[in-house]
């Protein structure tokens, strides 16, 4: 039900655009985590979808920003300023209902496939 794009292999201090297709429209949080080889998974962004709050992991602050397109049930992920620890593979994921705990990733039912971003020094 979710489809990630968008990464790539980038310079650090460049940007990228992850997107998000949802094909389910009754989804009401969306969130990107993140998975570098060796480590857990980590909780990048969320996005509430009735009113538009996102929240930010504090690593990513500042230089990612999440959005969306309703029309196309898409979330997006822009990363600026990226620097070689944002290396991971990128994973988006929703659920029907939203958490409080947004940040754990056992809490969400559904996952894209994950996309690569590589940022090289």
């Known amino acids: 039900q979710l489809q990630a794009s968008g990464g790539g292999l980038v310079q650090a201090g460049g940007s990228l655009r992850l997107s998000c297709a949802a094909s389910?429209?009754?989804?009401?949080?969306m969130v990107w985590f993140r998975q570098a080889p060796g480590k857990e998974r980590e909780f990048v962004g969320a996005?509430?979808?009735?009113?538009?709050?996102?929240y930010y992991a504090d690593s990513v602050k500042g230089r990612f920003t999440i959005s969306r397109d309703n029309a196309k049930n898409t979330m997006y992920l822009q990363m600026n300023s990226l620097k070689p620890e944002d290396t991971a593979v990128y994973y988006c994921?929703?659920?029907?209902?939203?958490?409080?705990?947004?940040?754990?990733?056992?809490?969400?039912?559904?996952w894209g496939q994950g996309t690569q971003v590589t940022v090289s020094s």
């Open positions: 994921a929703a659920r029907i209902n939203w958490h409080v705990h947004y940040w754990t990733a056992s809490n969400y039912d559904y």
């Open positions: 389910a429209r009754t989804i009401s949080v």
């Open positions: 996005l509430r979808r009735n009113n538009g709050a996102t």
